[in-house]
């Protein structure tokens, strides 16, 4: 079943966190991007968003389904307007599909407006998480051991120019909300 959800309920943000507008959570699939973005989202008292969430509610199918139909193209294409015309509050934590920031602008565009995470880990780490999740993910389906660690590897090494353009490059392992909201506030 697809999930729906597409954003929390928020509640006022604290004097400190006033201010800190759109925070978009990048990083590979698998890195706890809306696991994570759900908790700081809780903890600054902001609304929570999942553009790939928000892509599936749009367009009345999962992912792999648009993949499947489409192509990798068509869904590159219609993420990049899902996440540039997707109407946002003032203040919200944001999770993008581990893609997004690789395609056209798309990380120049999430800089320009609003700070940008990227969580970062290593191959390895990545594929443990992933290996009970890949009929979900379209680009894992067919890899299994080291044949998925080496094509996460390889992945990586063509997103992480893209990646490494985030305001912030945070060490995913024990990552919290609340290490996440310090390096925020201390970027300020």
């Not at 490059?169 to 909300?177: D, F, P, V």
Request: glycine letters at 8%.
């Amino acid at each position: 079943m697809m999930k729906k959800e597409i954003s929390s309920k928020k509640r006022a943000p604290d004097a400190k966190n006033k201010g800190l507008g759109l925070i978009f959570l990048i990083g590979f699939m698998g890195s706890g991007k809306t696991t994570l973005g759900r908790k700081l989202a809780s903890r600054l008292g902001y609304m929570f968003m999942d553009l790939d969430h928000i892509f599936e509610a749009q367009e009345g199918m999962t992912i792999g389904e648009y993949f499947a139909k489409y192509g990798e193209d068509a869904f590159r294409q219609l993420e990049s307007e899902v996440l540039k015309n997707n109407p946002y509050p003032e203040n919200a934590v944001i999770a993008t599909g581990g893609g997004l920031p690789c395609f056209f602008d798309n990380i120049e565009w999430m800089n320009a407006h609003g700070k940008t995470i990227y969580i970062k880990l290593a191959p390895k780490t990545l594929a443990d998480r992933l290996q009970n999740e890949k009929d979900e993910r379209p680009l894992l389906r067919e890899r299994h051991g080291e044949a998925l660690v080496q094509f996460i590897a390889e992945k990586l090494e063509e997103r992480e120019p893209y990646y490494n353009k985030a305001n912030i490059i945070a060490n995913g392992l024990s990552l919290t909300a609340e290490r996440v909201e310090e390096l925020l506030n201390f970027k300020k």
